[in-house]
């Protein structure tokens, strides 16, 4: 059992990973989840534990629903709650609409849009036992101005938006908190190949990439240091869509 649990989705590496230390520093137990790397998740697990609090790692697939079902009920069948969701986990399949096949747009829409459906259902419904609880769902800048060789991506991380309101509306007379953060370019696994880097620095004001512990803060703002906060998009991004 924990005394406060948050669940990272796709915790294991990058931006997630960021998240559930600095949530780990605040004294959160911590379950990360991720797809396939184990070895990574290995990693991290012990990175958390060495902070002191509990750390376990659950591999399933966010975009599989049933798969999300088992593995939830698992999590809270083990730590009895769960005080903080960030549902970050997420895929890029990047390509020109017009070239754009079913399989990129779905793979995209049910890994970063459906999958917080999937996830916050179960979690929410504790929360709401709680009467207490805080989600914070990773958007992207691209949500909010859309993107050249993205509609996929895009359209899931506006979704996002969408979702993150309405929940926002929905759940706040139950002292459950919903926001999100839209991080611009940051440097992680997700943008090591990207070739145009020196034409994105032109166009960000603060003149460098971000880095996971830039959104890590943002993300423990939402979901720890604020209280009165609800619905709100939190662009993380250098000033790149101002
Ligand atoms: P990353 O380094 O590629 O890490 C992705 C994480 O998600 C890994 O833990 C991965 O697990 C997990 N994951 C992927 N598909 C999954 C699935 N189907 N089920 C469960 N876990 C899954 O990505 P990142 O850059 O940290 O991005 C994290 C989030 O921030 C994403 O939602 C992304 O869209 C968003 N974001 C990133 C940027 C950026 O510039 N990097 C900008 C805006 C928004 P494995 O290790 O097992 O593969």
Redesign the pocket.
């Known amino acids: 059992m924990s005394e406060k649990l948050a669940l990272v989705?796709?915790?294991?590496?990058?931006?997630?990973k960021a998240c559930a230390l600095e949530l780990a520093k605040c004294g959160y137990d911590i379950v990360i989840?991720?797809?396939?790397?184990t070895e990574?998740?290995n990693k991290t697990i012990e990175e958390i534990k060495a902070l002191g609090v509990q750390a376990e790692a659950y591999k399933?697939?966010?975009?599989n629903q049933a798969e999300v079902d088992e593995n939830i009920a698992k999590i809270i069948e083990k730590f009895g709650r769960i005080d903080i969701l960030v549902n970050?986990?997420?895929?890029?399949r990047d390509d020109l609409f017009i070239r754009m096949g079913e399989d990129k747009w779905s793979a995209v829409i049910n890994?970063?849009l459906s999958?917080a459906f999937y996830v916050s259902k179960p979690v929410v419904k504790i929360m709401m036992k709680q009467r207490s609880g805080a989600i914070v769902n990773?958007?992207?800048?691209v949500g909010v101005s859309g993107n050249v060789g993205q509609a996929n991506y895009s359209a899931a991380?506006a979704g996002l938006i969408g979702l993150t309101k309405s929940l926002a509306k929905e759940l706040g007379a139950r002292n459950i908190r919903v926001n999100a953060v839209a991080?611009?370019?940051?440097a992680?696994?997700?943008?090591k190949d990207l070739t145009n880097t020196e034409e994105m620095m032109k166009l960000i004001p603060l003149k460098r990439m971000g880095t996971?512990e830039d959104i890590a803060k943002a993300v423990k703002f939402l979901a720890v240091d604020s209280s009165y906060v609800t619905g709100q998009v939190l662009e993380v991004d250098g000033g790149l869509i101002i």
């Open positions: 989705t796709g915790g294991s590496r990058g931006i997630g989840n991720y797809a396939g790397n990574a998740a399933f697939d966010v975009s970050n986990a997420g895929i890029t890994t970063n999958s990773m958007s992207s800048v991380k991080p611009g370019f940051i992680t696994d997700m943008t996971p």
